[in-house]
């Protein structure tokens, strides 16, 4: 992929817009909040008989059927009256300085996004995190529609009782069968969930992260000094949401970060991590001896002011831990944790991330910028997984977690990584007692080192399993991860893989609603409803595309076949027909005996159903 | 995919030769047998410390560099010698009817595989079967070769020691540091490993299936009365068996069948299964009233004469079963069950296949074809998982298992289909407890409904797990399950996602040299040898075509950096760099100290490694 030089400077003018196929979007609103607008995808199904099936919805206003999108207003500000509500003054914030773009030349920058929002900051004293509101008993806005959304219209679904359709094992999790509001105050409160939303970021539609909760899948985008520009990343966002990705993470390392940060922000439904030291190593000239707290210090409040959601903090790579990884076979992966590394060595001296660690704290807390403790000394090979330092580090995010909570922040943990089948559980079980059941937050885990090209598939293997055992986020893993960047197609692939991953944690876990989506993909299919069965799918596209390679006319759509057996060997066709027989047999005994309560009767006989009249 | 009706009829001409990318065929011999020629694929590293990878080989010929193949002749004859020795008498076989074709007139008529084999069948009170060989405490030389096969050269890679580089959790199997010959043999007697090799199929390089060997992975071709053609099926055999299919299944359903099936066999280095009901009911008419007995007897013994090594048999859909399956979502989903199901209501009659259990055995024992025993009932959705039909028939299976064990029979055990993670170990610890450990044989499973188009993903969590936990035998799912046949590209797909959940299974279930291949990988990664790293995957060409995307020059394929960060944030290069400080300081030390032994007493202080030199 060779981008124009032009191209990469070009301001976003235009991302994907309009729904997934066969589905529309709906806005619903919890009775207690009859002006919220809460979405939903919507699929409507050919058989009467079956209720639109309604499923989760990341993908912002973009998925509207008419939505006109202007990248340079940005999003409607779903939560700036909930927030101004709160009493933040606004401030005038910190200027731009040049080398927050890399000190690109005039010719070479990328322009702002234009779009202006109040920016503001919370004072002592005062309630700013969801984690503070939710310690005092408090409600927020937030938290009625994160639990409205969680609920996918079970009550409906569901005909309204609290039937649970789904057994499971959920390993100690408290998955409850409706999501109240109140209930997900009580899961951020104990430090179970993070509602990640930065009060600079009114765009975002909340969402809630926890072990109780539906798995959530992360994407990461992000330019490099190699490849991709602005209009590319932008692009990016847009098309990883309407897939399925609940957050996204910007992973940028080139020049005009701030810049083309401005526009993912402004135009993000979605909570945007980032990683504040990889900017931080841009304005030291990439060389991490020059890094200090100061410059750190700076970034952080740079992007807390410009509304990013959550930060990943590598301040649990300790000057102890770094001999641990000596004896590695593939070292240091992490590119946070390897540059701290280099930091923490090179002056024998403890990282200023941990020794400052309540002062960022503090300044995360003024903007409600959640913590992702990162794992900077994730094992990067199957040969390195569970080793000292891997867990030497866990033990202190599990300490850092504490010292967040006491500051009133919200946080997450970041795990591996490469991990053999099993020795995952063991990472989630540890994770668990030592970080407070704070949720985790994986990549992957990769369970073999030996296909590269396919490192969606070896770590959607390790995302499912490790979401069943109770990981809340799932980082997303491309077909191009150790080869290169993802293009478009390996976004789409890397999120639904991880869609496929988490929905099947959520269905081994026990989610009371889980269910009614394979249920009704499974109905489709018996019943010959093909354009059903690509409609529920998680890639409409796909689905149908697959299926008009070999039978592309219209008619074979509701042909009561296909080409994998043809019409002879169906054997849902034959299945079919032996039910037909059965109804046959039902009308006629229920003529022949005048009386349809004898007919049942006789029909609860069981093998005697399919006796064939004589 | 069109393709013209004459294609289709065409006899294949020429199939995928040549060696897999970065690697080279070689064959090696056990020291007892130096004649015998075992196949491995060996891929050699640029960097002269490490030693060259041997990897298990199941492609054939036809991945030699300088092979010419000719269709016409079909593939060498490994064991005619081996065969030959054993006293079977030549007969002359059935006479090929026109049935066996589909009566296919005589312009539409694919030509046979002009190959000429000696047709052999054994004699009553003869050892015929592995398995009989097996109990009488005989090694045969295909034990030998299959034992030779699994070692992968791990005497040489692991230093000639015993040494178990794994860990691994096995779940009560029994997996040697080394196989033996012996360790095959009393596997295949104690009835926990097939060797599917018929005696007709003198082409076949020998393999075993056992949960205490490596995990298998089985490919289904074959063309329907929609699709494809003769030359199509051969090149998917060749294709499919490049990537890594252990064995392949023919489950053909259109005309020339018969004809079409030479042309697999006789070209097949790995062992071919097939569902002989298929082409039973093509025999009449395509309608399961008229099958009887006779017919399906009739076309055991046409498909054993040709040299099928294993046949699905669904005999344990039972009359009484099938009321089970009434209140199912999706009812039955096996061809083969349905078919059963049909026939069995239609006259209220127990199952041919059933009743004729003995016979059935007495005719595969004569060619040792292997059992198969099939799922009939198996779940098609999430909904019916792990239900009452289905654990009717797999204690059935258990049953059938245990007479054609008595009869002289190899046998394993297909199991499911859809099955959410938290039901799939109870499948394989049912499947152990009443099939006597017989080998399991799964198709995936599906861990969710939701993802037609990607059900290669959704069933290859499924296998990887199920393969941990004892399955011995993956049948791939490819993108296209659900939705129409798979082609080329889908066939690879299948088979290298199936490769991944084996491996990731062995390494799991602590198989002793599995992890060599992922601690190449994971050396060549960090050493940013890109070549190696390309060339120890499983597809090489797409790891290669991936990074070439972004960074496409020569030069890259040794830069120590990659399009993912960029040459400043490569934590790879970051901690070289830390350890080639680690180096410079050994060498200072040393120097000073002027002794080797007190700097590395030094240096063994861990911490203190990187203390910078004053």
Known sequence: MNIHPKDKLAAPQSVTTGPIAGSRKVYAAPASHPAMRVPFREIALSDPAEAPVRVYDASGPYTQAD???????????????????????????????????GNVSADALVEPCPATRVLRQGRDGQFVTQYEFARAGIVTEEMVYAAFRENLARETALG????????????GAAIPDFVTPEFVRDEIARGRAILPANINHPEVEPMVIGRNFLVKVNANIGNSAVTSGAAEEVEKLVWATRWGADTVMDLSTGRNIHNIRSWILRNSPVPIGTVPIYQALEKVDGDPLKLDWAVFKDTLVEQAEQGVDYFTIHAGVRLAHVPLTAQRVTGIVSRGGSIMARWCLAGHRESFLYEHFDEICDIMRRYDVSFSLGDGLRPGSIADAND?????ELDTLG????????????????????????KIKQNMDKQLAVC???PFYTLGPLTTDIAPGYDHITSGIGAAMIGWFGTAMLCYVTPKEHLGLPDRDDVKTGVITYRIAAHAADLAKGHPAAKIRDDAVSRARFDFRWQDQFNLSLDPDTARAYHDETLPKDAHKVAHFCSMC?????????????????????????????MAAKSREFLAGGGALYVPAE
Do not use: Y
């Not at 927030?83 to 606004?90: D, H, K, L, S, T």
């Not at 079919?576 to 003529?591: F, G, K, T, Y």
């Open 388 to 392: 000292a330092a891997q867990f030497a």
């Open 67 to 101: 939505i006109r999108i202007d990248l340079k207003q940005g999003l409607p500000l779903v939560r700036e009256a909930w927030i101004a509500g709160r009493g933040f003054a606004p401030v005038e914030g910190r200027a731009v300085k040049p080398e927050d773009n």
């Open 436 to 438: 407070g059941e704070a």
């Open 566 to 594: 043809g019409p002879k060997f169906c054997s849902m066709k034959i299945t079919q027909d032996l039910r037909q027989e059965v109804r046959a047999m039902e009308a006629e005994a229920s003529a022949q005996a005048g």
């Open 160 to 171: 309204g009782a609290a039937e649970r359709m789904a057994d499971g094992d959920s390993f």
């Open 399 to 422: 300490e850092l977690t504490k010292i967040a909570w006491d500051k009133g922040c919200q946080v997450m943990i970041e795990g591996p990584g490469h991990v053999p089948m099993h």
